[in-house]
């Protein structure tokens, strides 16, 4: 069975800092993608960023990077300079290459910004 | 990306009513979804709108409570009928589309409370 899980409900970061998201994934297949969605207050999910599976080199979207270990099954995002506008839920995602069809969440991770 | 719209962006309704949801997208897209957000969780797949045929249902969600509609490339609508209190979410539409087949992007979603 594919799942994915976040293991941080709710992580704070300060204004400025780092903070890193964690997501590991179960799979069989060889072959599929991964995900980070941002959902804001606002509720519109937005892609941050993603990665397929057979690239060995981690994804970068200006502050947001990821850490993807595929033995390790895991796929953890960093948030670099935080700033309050990224205050919001993150969502975690996987789907397989020859079923785009199917996307699997995971719970979520909440995320506060202090200033 | 593709530009989504969804109407209403919120609604109240009363138990036993129903209400139809509308989903646009200013391209032709490959895909159209329709998940369920219930407060504070992670996302479930309602369906799969299907151009000119029926959707495709996941286990737990059947036609007569959600019927869905696709009539073309750019539009779908989603109807929650008979609504009890349990249904109150956000019903989120996504898409896939032809430059990027391999992603979902979100609609700002739809809130509905059932009183």
């Known amino acids: 069975a594919q799942t994915v899980t976040q293991s941080q409900p709710e992580m704070s970061v300060q204004e400025a800092e780092t903070v890193t998201l964690s997501c590991t994934y179960d799979t069989s297949e060889s072959d599929y993608y991964l995900f980070w969605y941002k959902q804001p207050p606002s509720r519109q999910m937005i892609l941050v960023i993603r990665q397929e599976a057979y690239k060995q080199q981690n994804a970068t979207e200006n502050r947001f990077s990821v850490n993807f270990q595929k033995a390790a099954k895991s796929f953890s995002l960093k948030i670099s300079d935080s700033q309050l506008g990224d205050a919001a839920m993150y969502f975690c995602?996987?789907?397989?290459?020859?079923?785009?069809?199917?996307?699997?969440f995971g719970s979520g991770t909440k995320l506060n910004v202090k200033p | 990306s593709a530009v989504i719209s969804q109407k209403p962006s919120r609604d109240i309704c009363q138990r036993g009513t129903s209400l139809t949801i509308q989903c646009q997208v200013d391209?032709?897209?490959?895909?159209m979804f329709w998940y369920r957000q219930q407060p504070g969780q992670s996302l479930t797949l309602i369906a799969t709108?299907?151009?000119?045929?029926?959707?495709?249902?996941e286990s737990g969600f059947v036609i007569d409570k959600f019927p869905i509609s696709r009539p073309n490339l750019t539009f779908s609508t989603l109807t929650v009928s008979n609504m009890s209190p349990e249904d109150s979410s956000i019903y989120l539409c996504s898409v896939m589309t032809y430059q990027r087949p391999d992603t979902q992007y979100f609609g700002p979603g739809t809130r509905l409370t059932v009183l």
């Open positions: 995602a996987y789907a397989v290459v020859d079923n785009f069809n199917k996307f699997y």
């Open positions: 391209s032709q897209v490959t895909m």
């Open positions: 709108a299907n151009q000119g045929s029926e959707a495709t249902y």
